[in-house]
């Protein structure tokens, strides 16, 4: 069965240092790999996905991602965090079956001035 | 467009009430589903159809049932209401039923509470 694991419910970053947000999975075949963004009060949104191909994705609001098969590993950075980056993000895996996915249980990034 | 709508916004329930969220897509998917979000657990999908006229359960469907109306509209009702069942439910929709890769999006979400 496929999983994911978030590391760390909460991060804490200042404006304008480095977002990393880690996000490990489990799957028994090539996996799909979505990052969504969940602003307060709002429904989720997608911020970029791995399907095949480039293992660099990048995404809208600058942040990218790398999917690392070696590590079963794929993280999501912005080089500069800005107080808007302030949200709730979720990593999420799929097959290559019908597009059930399984999500993690989510980072909540605060951001200080 | 609108995308994905859910209604109602907000509800309070006592329990045993029964009651049925309703969620329209004016994207012309094939697929919808309905998660419930609970505080340190993720999104855990309820039920989901992957297409018109189909329905399945997901990981949490017990006290749930589903309805695919149409190719537009997925609602989920809740016959006897209980407060484990207190929660935010969201519903979301992708093109695709077969295709892993394909983007779901999610309407806005219904807080529900259950006294």
């Known amino acids: 069965a496929q999983s994911v694991t978030q590391l760390g419910s909460h991060v804490s970053v200042s404006e304008g240092a480095l977002v990393l947000l880690r996000c490990n999975y489990s799957?028994?075949?090539?996996?799909?790999l979505f990052w969504y963004v969940q602003y307060p009060n709002q429904g989720l949104q997608l911020l970029l996905k791995y399907t095949t191909g480039a293992t660099l994705v990048k995404g809208i609001n600058g942040f990218e991602a790398e999917f690392k098969k070696s590590e079963t590993s794929f993280h999501l950075t912005k080089p500069s965090a800005h107080m808007s980056d302030a949200a709730e993000y979720f990593c999420?895996?799929?097959?290559?079956?019908?597009?059930?996915?399984?999500f993690g249980t989510g980072t909540r990034l605060l951001v200080s001035p | 467009n609108a995308g994905v709508t859910q209604t109602p916004k907000f509800q309070v329930l006592k329990t045993g009430q029964s009651m049925t969220l309703q969620c329209a897509q004016d994207m012309n998917h094939n697929s919808m589903y309905w998660y419930r979000q609970d505080p340190g657990m993720g999104l855990r999908l309820i039920y989901y159809?992957?297409?018109?006229?189909?329905?399945d359960k997901g990981e949490v469907p017990n006290g749930y049932n589903v309805s695919r109306l149409n190719k537009r509209e997925f609602s989920l009702r809740l016959e006897s209401a209980a407060p484990s069942q207190t929660s935010v439910y969201f519903c979301?929709?992708?093109?695709?039923?077969?295709?892993?890769?394909?983007?779901?999006?999610f309407g806005p979400g219904t807080r529900l509470t259950v006294l």
């Open positions: 159809s992957a297409s018109e006229g189909t329905t």
């Open positions: 979301a929709s992708s093109e695709s039923p077969v295709r892993g890769t394909d983007t779901q999006y």
């Open positions: 799957s028994s075949v090539p996996p799909y």
């Open positions: 999420a895996v799929g097959d290559t079956g019908f597009q059930k996915l399984v």
